[in-house]
């Protein structure tokens, strides 16, 4: 049985930069993909990056892009997201996922293994 276990949110103000670290235990991090997803209250939760095995390949949505960065520790069996220039549109909870598949990584229901969330909150 996997563990993912987000943390590092919070309440920040716009423009600010925050960084979220998952890490997880239980099985192998070899092979996953892991990704970075997140939902705020009444609406589906989205696709905001997910980082390959190797790291080789990194993908973003395109809210996020140029200012979220995802990145992984492999010996830490640890993924990150370092978040910058937050706006209040950033606010939701933050999920953390992991999957083996090679192909749909930007896709919610490729990934098997999911943390628990983590709240982040953006004030203007």
């Known amino acids: 049985q996997v563990q993912l276990v987000e943390s590092g949110g919070g309440l920040v103000q716009a423009g600010d930069s925050l960084r979220l670290s998952c890490a997880v235990s239980?099985?192998?991090?070899?092979?996953?993909?892991m990704g970075w997803f997140r939902q705020a209250p009444g609406k589906e939760r989205d696709f905001v990056a997910a980082?390959?095995?190797?790291?080789?390949?990194?993908y973003y949505a395109d809210s996020v892009k140029g200012r979220f960065t995802i990145s992984r520790d492999n010996a830490k069996n640890t993924v990150y997201l370092q978040m910058n220039s937050l706006k209040p549109e950033d606010t939701a909870v933050y999920y953390c996922?992991?999957?083996?598949?090679?192909?749909?990584?930007?896709?919610?229901?490729?990934?098997?293994?999911w943390g628990q969330g983590t709240q982040v909150s953006v004030s203007s």
């Open positions: 239980g099985r192998t991090f070899s092979g996953y993909t």
């Open positions: 996922a992991g999957t083996r598949s090679s192909i749909f990584r930007t896709q919610r229901y490729v990934y098997g293994d």
């Open positions: 980082i390959t095995w190797s790291g080789g390949n990194t």
